[in-house]
Structures are given as structure tokens and as C-alpha cells.
């Protein structure tokens, strides 16, 4: 069926280094992606999206890239910090089908200092 | 703080019971999702109401409903609860009929069914 996937379950980083977390997904119609992060105890906290239109999306220490050529999204963390430490869900939708968020497994990103 | 609100944060109770979880969205946001975070299943979405009503369904079991209500908070009903029930169970708010619009979550409401 059609799932949205990462392709590492952890990341480990120094800080101050970038980070890059990947997202594969399945469904070429789904037109808007967004990446969450949750730390533990807590729900998933928005940190940026992207719609099909576009390539490229930048926030603050954050980017995100989507390539649809080969269905893949990528989050990079610039200057990653102990408070980066979480796990990273990538998410996407599709327009006229309500609300309905398919989800990666996720990725645990851990920061050493 | 998303502004999502969901109470209780956790829940213990016995298998074949009844729970209710209740969830208030953002301010002005008028649909509600639910989803359920499990550790071999990860974050599925369960349900959406717009508005008071039913919007689109997920991989719900029928043991378990939902409603919004015209304040538009919404419940969501667990029944004849089964040990493979326990899970986080996440709220989220989008301001209107969802699709490609962003999702706002709540803090969840850990249920652990013994």
C-alpha cells in the first residue's frame, strides 16, 4: 500500500554539526508534507512544511527538500543542538481528502554535546 | 504549547471498560482530528470531525466512536477496551476542513489497559 517511510530509524550528531533526516514516500499525489518533531512525553510539535509546488522551504535552522522526481523528502538542521534531541516524523497529505496525516515511523535524532 | 488541550493525560483501567477522552481545539479551529500512537503501529490516524460533523475515517474500530461538539471540543469513545488498546492517543486542531493545512496537536492522553 502507500506509506510514507524514513530511511534511518536514529541519527546521532555532534552538536553545533548539521543534521539531514530522509523521508520516503509512495504516493504521488500527495501535495503537501510536513515534518514534526516530538520530544518524549509530548505530541508532535509542527516544525515546517512544504507544498508540491515548491522544492525548497526554509524556517528558522531548519530546511526542508522535497525532490518529487523520486518521491523524497529530507529535513536539515543547521548548527543542531541538545535541544534538537527528538524524534523527527514526516507527514504527508493529499488536497480533498480532509485531514487525514500519513506518517513515517519516524527517526530519533540524538545530539551529543 | 500548541493550544490543543486534552484531558486526562493518563488513563488506567481494566480490559472491557469503557473511556472517554476529550479534547478542545486552537481557538478558532474548527476541525478536530484523532490519532493513536502505538509502538508497532506508530501514529494512525483514527478520525476527523469539521464542525460538528464527520469528515473523514481512518482505521477506527468500531468499539470506538467519536463527536464534536457545537462548542466544537470533541470525545473520543474507547469501549470493551482490550489490552492491545493502550497507546498515546493524540488530538489535533487544523483551522478548517484539513487537506494541506497544518495540524496542530495536543499533549495526548496515555491509556494503559491492564
Known amino acids: 500500500g502507500e506509506s510514507v517511510g524514513l530511511h534511518l530509524p536514529t541519527l546521532s550528531v555532534q552538536e553545533g554539526d548539521n543534521s539531514i533526516i530522509n523521508c520516503a514516500y509512495s504516493?504521488?499525489?500527495?501535495?503537501?508534507f510536513i515534518w514534526y518533531k516530538q520530544e518524549s512525553g509530548k505530541g508532535p510539535q509542527f516544525i515546517i512544511d512544504?507544498?508540491?509546488?515548491?522544492d525548497k522551504r526554509q524556517g528558522q535552522r531548519v530546511t526542508v527538500l522535497l525532490n518529487k522526481t523520486v518521491k523524497h523528502l529530507s529535513l536539515q538542521i543547521a548548527a543542531t543542538q541538545p535541544g534538537d534531541s527528538a524524534v523527527y516524523f514526516c507527514a504527508e497529505d493529499k488536497v480533498n481528502q480532509g485531514g487525514k496525516l500519513i506518517f513515517g515511523q519516524g527517526t530519533e535524532l540524538s545530539v551529543k554535546p | 504549547d500548541s493550544g490543543v488541550t486534552q484531558t486526562p493525560k493518563h488513563l488506567i483501567t481494566a480490559t472491557g471498560q469503557r473511556v472517554t477522552l476529550r479534547c478542545s481545539p486552537r481557538s478558532g479551529d474548527l476541525s478536530v482530528y484523532w490519532y493513536q500512537q502505538s509502538l508497532d503501529q506508530g501514529l494512525q490516524f483514527l478520525i476527523q470531525y469539521y464542525n460538528g460533523e464527520e469528515r473523514a475515517k481512518g482505521n477506527i474500530l468500531e468499539r470506538f466512536s467519536a463527536q464534536q461538539f457545537p462548542d466544537l471540543h470533541s470525545e473520543l469513545n474507547l469501549s470493551s477496551l482490550e489490552l492491545g488498546d493502550s497507546a498515546l492517543y493524540f488530538c489535533?486542531?487544523?483551522?478548517?476542513?484539513?487537506?494541506?493545512?497544518?495540524?496542530?496537536f495536543g499533549p495526548g492522553t496515555r491509556l494503559l489497559v491492564l
Open positions: 489535533a486542531s487544523s483551522a478548517n476542513s484539513g487537506g494541506s493545512e497544518t495540524q496542530y
Open positions: 504516493n504521488s499525489a500527495s501535495d503537501y
Open positions: 512544504i507544498r508540491s509546488n515548491m
